[in-house]
């Protein structure tokens, strides 16, 4: 996370008297800026401020920081201004790639936000699970979800996307519920196709890491399309957050194994390794690390 918007986070938090006054004059969720202010406390291993349920007070320590923390950030918009107008505006046309399910999930809000900020520039963004050889296909920036393999491209970590197991209660009508990964070997499972190795999902406990080897399944390389087939009772899935969270409030999913923990997945922003990228690349980069809280949860 950038400690700049982690000190304008901290400052308006002060100024303002409450996360949610920051989150409101800085345009992202209460809990961004809750985070935030918690890395900044880890880093400085001191408490800023201390939390009641009525109200938020500033410690002694924070007030120390904010004087010099202002002057950072003026600092910081000062040469950011000087740069800018140096920058040649953005133009020509931005060829980039994300997945497929994040993509519906995510992009569009902030591709509307690029496209009235950057009006000279074209946008050509192919949503779609394959990963995309960058150089042959002429695109200057890529989402990827997942652990990436060695590579001359540049990555730049924008946050992690958290899993989780579940089915509906329909499909245990029938069934025993799972009590550990190795009950998954006598269930129908909907397995991600494009992770490797496919039939294997891995869970962690107090006891260790458990390794489920998938004996029925099927196998899809759409998230949204494996939501589907367990909303129509097909079997035991693992995914994204984004996916699942609705059906789990509305009592549609529920929570498989819940006491063993899936690893989260990082997403990054990857592109060609060079000495310089376009302007319509940094600039959509930059949007990127600026909405990065959006894509937690």
Known sequence: MDRIDCLRAFVRTLEGGSFSAAAKELGIGQPAVSKRIALLEREFGTRLFLRTTRKLRPTPEAHRVYDLARQTLGSFDLARASVDEALPRPTGTLRMSAPSSFGRRYMMPIVAEYAKAYPGVHLDIRFTERIVNLVEEGLELALRIGNLEASTLVARRLGAVRRLLVATPAYFKTRPVPRTPDDLATHQCVAYSRLSPAN??????????????????????????????????LGIAILPHWNAAAGIRSGRLVSVLPEYSIASLPLHAVYPEMNWMTPRARSFLDLLIKRADRFSG
């Open 200 to 233: 294997e999902w891995t869970f962690e406990s107090e006891h260790g890491r458990h390794v489920a080897v998938l004996q029925k399944s099927i196998f899809l390389d759409d998230s949204d399309a494996m939501l589907e087939a367990v909303m129509q009772d």
